[in-house]
């Protein structure tokens, strides 16, 4: 069985300038390090299954876009005692919507315009330009509390 010190999952492009940081500060302190990516969460899952692998500590940047990284982090729930961002309190910030709305009612937030993603509303952009002429002809922003 091989033991890592810290598990990370990851499959954001953007991420790697990051993943190779981290990896070598797990090197230069003595740490195994596993990255478990798309290319390779399904070998790692079976390896893990059976019990070829285990992880003392478990970072997860993959399963709030990719399933297939769920498998991964409801077993590291149920054996690895130290988790990085902890899936069940991640969950909460992952809505940025409900975050600011929690946030904003116990302090100051700028004017905060929310739109869904383009993919699944092509008036969007018409909307923000919109939005933007009327800021902009008015010179004022726009009302405390108000959002389209």
Known sequence: MRNYDLCLTWSWEYDADFVKL???ACQSHGLSFLQITPENV??????ITNEEIVF???????SDTDARFIPVVQWACNHVVHHINFHKLACR??????????ISASM???VTITLPPMMSNPCSRKLIYLLWVRVSASNL???EGEMV
């Open 108 to 110: 100051n937030t700028p």
């Open 93 to 102: 910030a992952w809505d940025k919507v409900a975050m600011h709305q929690v």
């Open 42 to 47: 399904l070998d790692m899952m079976q390896s």
């Open 141 to 143: 922003p726009m009302g």
């Open 22 to 24: 981290l990896n070598l």
């Open 56 to 62: 003392q500590v478990f970072f997860d940047r993959a």
